[in-house]
């Protein structure tokens, strides 16, 4: 039964940065490829962001050159690193892997 347990949102003004952590647990987490994904207020959860278990990664166009995806094996931890914020970016940030998700963080830029 895998437990993700996401951290790190906050209220912050546009330009400015964020750092979203999730704890795996429940998993060997080194073996699973693993996502953040989004959801703003009325709108579709988005895919933001991906690292497969060999550390290629992938964005959606519009966090491209702002956001970074990394992992850390050793701690059972995915990071989503968010800079150059921007009120779109506001949303609920979920820590995905396969149909399993976190509680979300919420990200709030104003």
């Known amino acids: 039964h895998v437990q993700l347990v996401e951290s790190g949102g906050g209220l912050v003004q546009p330009g400015e940065s964020l750092r979203l952590s999730c704890v795996a647990s429940?998993?060997?987490?080194?073996?699973?490829?693993m996502s953040w994904v989004r959801q703003a207020l009325g709108k579709e959860r988005e895919g933001v962001a991906a690292i497969r278990r060999d550390d290629l990664t992938a964005y959606t166009d519009s966090v491209k050159g702002r956001f970074t995806i990394s992992r850390d094996n050793a701690k059972n931890t995915l990071f989503l690193q968010l800079n150059s914020l921007t009120a779109e970016d506001t949303a609920i940030y979920y820590c995905?892997?396969?149909?399993?998700r976190g509680q979300g963080t919420q990200v709030t830029v104003s």
């Open positions: 995905s892997q396969g149909t399993s």
């Open positions: 429940g998993i060997t987490f080194s073996r699973h490829d």
